[in-house]
């Protein structure tokens, strides 16, 4: 049953990620110069709309739909945060995408950002293997 | 259906992400995040891996991640073909061609590698992260945007806009 509210959520989201243009290389160079305030804001306003979902979960108690606790997965610090987060940051500018947006390309008929997905799941697998090597 | 077919404002659209965090944790139990995808996908195409980042990883209960990434494409595709009125880019024409599909591959390695290095990408980090109050994740936006910003200097150096 989960799976398909997962299946759903995405629908949404893949949907948004289209109609507001953060899936456009476009609006993420205006981004990145400052030229319009666009990307801030929903970024922005979707974390204002995140903590506040939170603080209502916690202090109303809810559980999911499963009946469990409602638990979120640590993402302690470590060195790759910066080091993998500036790389990251790199690749955004030059595909005009992060992950969602990769697949919302490819979704809206940009088939071209095959080659995004596709180098971004063998970066994937380059850091599976580089990881033991790697300062963390 | 008008303003279905325009381009969505920041406070439609932000808030609609943002939903997706309580969405996800309340209705699949899951934290909200897109690149661990890549992280399991390669862990699915390699079940007799001796690599322990993608041996270790337990796809199958991260099932919801390839489902909602399945999701994000087919929606993506009912709002350009269904919302919208024009045709929609979201990629520039110097992209489509040989030369451009190298340098997304190569962007796409940068976002592969790094978001699997930081354990996070906007959604885990910024949307997700931040969400939930951790400093870690604002570290990490700050770093997205520092490589981004540098990233714009240097291919301005590189490749001057004629």
């Not at chain 2, 690599?51 to 390839?66: C, K, P, Q, T």
Request: charged content about 10%; proline content about 5%; some cysteine.
């Amino acid at each position: 049953m989960n799976l398909v509210f997962a299946l759903l959520m995405g629908t949404i989201f893949g949907t948004v990620l289209v109609k507001s243009e953060v899936a456009s290389w476009f609006r993420i160079q205006k981004m990145f110069r400052f030229e319009e305030a666009h990307m801030f804001l929903i970024i922005g306003s979707a974390v204002a709309v995140g903590v506040l979902s939170i603080v209502l979960i916690k202090k109303l108690g809810l559980r999911t739909l499963a009946g469990e606790e409602v638990t979120i997965r640590d993402k302690p610090y470590q060195k790759g945060v910066v080091i993998g987060g500036i790389i990251f940051g790199a690749g955004w500018v030059i595909t005009g995408a992060c992950p969602g947006p990769i697949y919302a390309q490819i979704g809206s008929g940009e088939y071209w950002a095959l080659c995004s997905f596709i180098g971004a799941f063998c970066g994937a697998y380059l850091y599976a293997l580089l990881r033991p090597r790697l300062p963390h | 259906m008008e303003t279905l077919t325009q381009p969505w404002p920041w406070y439609v659209a932000g808030p609609l992400i943002g939903l997706t965090v309580p969405a996800l944790l309340l209705l699949v139990g899951k934290p909200f995040g897109i690149s661990s995808s890549f992280r399991h996908l390669a862990s699915m195409c390699s079940p007799k891996t001796r690599v322990a980042y993608l041996r270790d990883n337990d796809w199958r209960s991260e099932l919801w991640s390839l489902v909602f990434v399945l999701g994000v494409i087919i929606g993506a595709f009912v709002a350009a073909h269904y919302l919208s009125n024009s045709a929609v880019h979201l990629l520039p024409d110097h992209y489509r061609q040989w030369s451009g599909g190298l340098r997304l591959f190569i962007g796409g390695l940068f976002v592969g590698f790094g978001t699997r290095y930081a354990d996070g990408c906007t959604s885990g980090h910024s949307i997700m992260g931040l969400s939930n109050l951790k400093w870690p994740s604002l570290l990490a936006t700050a770093c997205f945007f520092i490589g981004g910003m540098v990233s714009i200097v240097v291919l301005d150096a590189l490749f001057p806009m004629p």
